[in-house]
């Protein structure tokens, strides 16, 4: 069985660009959620996916946006990058939405110049 | 949102009993307790949660209050490999949506 895989591990962009993030959940798990950890700080929600449609949501703007697959893989895609974008985002994944226990990715880390 | 608050570090010998306190004195009658820890370099690792009942597992302990306003994760027997950092998180749920609310996390020292 394997885990829950984030690519790229690290990438660097520049202010305005933007970036897409990706997440293989882990075999059998249909829900996915994305959080944003800046340095030194805890995870941030930024959104979940259950069955291909968004079913929570953080405090984020709309330039954070999302996709989930029909295998359940998922996207984070972020826009017009500001500086202070620059974070691990980390992916998780689980068997239901009700299910305690979430499964994360060791996470993309993101520079942005 | 509903908010959890936590010491920023905490200090316990090897061997013995930690209890790692969280604050959330805003908690919702549908919002659950969870607690992660995370290890250097690592994503967070589930330990345990409840909704009102105090649980046990393999891992932890949680000890709820009884209006819910505070929790306490309880390690029975503290090893350098539970030195981390723990995040207690709320999960809420408003008409079928989720959100994960996280605390700023307390970062454990295990003293050999």
């Known amino acids: 069985e394997t885990g829950v895989t984030q690519s790229p591990t690290h990438l660097i962009k520049t202010r305005g660009q933007q970036v897409t993030l990706r997440c293989s959940s882990q075999s059998g798990h249909n829900t996915v959620s994305w959080y944003q950890q800046a340095l030194g700080q805890g995870p941030q929600f930024i959104f979940q996916y259950y069955r291909e449609e968004e079913n929570g949501r953080g405090n984020f703007p709309p330039r954070f946006s999302g996709l989930q697959f029909p295998n359940y893989s998922s996207e984070l895609n972020v826009n017009a990058l500001e500086l202070d974008d620059s974070a691990l985002y980390l992916c998780a994944s689980s068997s239901g939405v009700n299910t305690g226990e979430l499964f994360f990715g060791e996470g993309s880390r993101l520079t942005v110049l | 949102d509903a908010k959890t608050t936590q010491p920023n570090s905490m200090e316990s010998n090897e061997e013995e009993p930690v209890h790692l306190p969280c604050n959330h004195s805003t908690i919702s009658g549908t919002d659950y307790i969870h607690w992660y820890r995370q290890l250097p370099s690592q994503g967070p690792e589930y330990v345990i949660h409840?909704?009102?009942s105090n649980v046990n597992n393999r891992m932890a302990s949680l000890a709820i209050a009884e209006d819910r306003k505070s929790s306490t994760l309880i390690l029975h027997r503290a090893t350098l490999r539970d030195a981390a950092v723990y995040y207690c998180i709320l999960r809420s749920t408003t008409s079928g949506t989720y959100k994960y609310i996280f605390g700023t996390g307390t970062r454990l020292k295990v003293l050999a």
């Open positions: 409840g909704l009102t």
